[in-house]
């Protein structure tokens, strides 16, 4: 059953706390994405990454860190120095990233609420 | 100013009705266009993918791209309860660049 996974489906944090959040895909992706979702703001890039060992910074990537040692997973951790963390986080993957506009598959979401 | 720009409801409709769901944008160069549907607490799931300009069809969905408005299209026929959810369009110029481009979504609720 091809698709992607993302735990745990709801996450606490308490403030000054790092946490981090799992994505894995079994669809041999080369590509793989982290976007926050807020309220009325639409799907906001994190970071993404293009192959394994690299990755780079999206819009919005200021208190966050990713990973990417192996093909399948991409975790991302939210550090103390995100000020405003409560959202809806969302990991994608496309077969390549470059040349073409590859279809971006997503996961069912982690929501982070910071108490 | 955002670079897609898309109106966020909630469209409320009656079962049966023909649904229009827009969005314009302002890159010249984006010329990959998709429409996802999401469901609360869901992730989005790609509805349709569009190159250029033109029309696509896919059952009840029909996704429209005018290049020239810079605007884009997603119409719903027969619509159905089961329709209810929020719709974001995403693009991106497909030249090397790192990922879509969203608007920040349309909620639609079809009434019985």
């Known amino acids: 059953d091809g698709g992607i996974t993302q735990s745990p489906k709801y996450l606490f944090r308490k403030e000054g706390q790092n946490v981090t959040l799992s994505c894995e895909q079994n669809?041999?992706?080369?590509?793989m994405y982290w976007y926050r979702q807020d309220p009325g703001q639409g799907l906001r890039l994190i970071y993404y990454?293009?192959?394994?060992?690299?990755?780079q910074k999206g819009d919005i990537a200021e208190g966050y860190s990713v990973s990417r040692e192996k093909k399948e997973s991409f975790p991302l951790t939210v550090t103390s120095a995100q000020k405003n963390p409560t959202a809806f986080y969302l990991c994608?993957?496309?077969?390549?990233?470059?040349?073409?506009?590859?279809?971006?598959?997503f996961g069912p979401g982690t929501r982070l609420t910071v108490l | 100013q955002k670079e897609v720009e898309q109106d966020p409801g909630p469209l409320s409709v009656p079962e049966g009705a023909i649904v229009s769901l827009n969005c314009t944008y302002s890159?010249?160069?984006?010329?990959?266009f998709m429409w996802y549907r999401q469901y609360s607490r869901k992730g989005p799931e790609l509805l349709m993918y569009?190159?250029?300009?033109g029309n696509k069809e896919d059952g009840r969905f029909t996704a429209q791209v005018d290049k020239s408005s810079k605007y884009i299209s997603l119409f719903i026929r027969d619509s159905q309860p089961s329709d209810s959810a929020t719709y974001l369009c995403?693009?991106?110029?497909?030249?090397?660049?790192?990922?879509?481009?969203f608007g920040s979504g349309t909620r639609l609720q079809v009434q019985p």
């Open positions: 890159n010249s160069a984006f010329q990959y």
């Open positions: 994608a993957s496309s077969l390549t990233s470059g040349r073409v506009a590859d279809t971006q598959y």
């Open positions: 569009t190159y250029s300009s």
């Open positions: 995403a693009m991106s110029a497909g030249t090397g660049r790192r990922a879509l481009t």
């Open positions: 669809l041999n992706h080369d590509a």
């Open positions: 990454s293009q192959i394994v060992n690299d990755f």
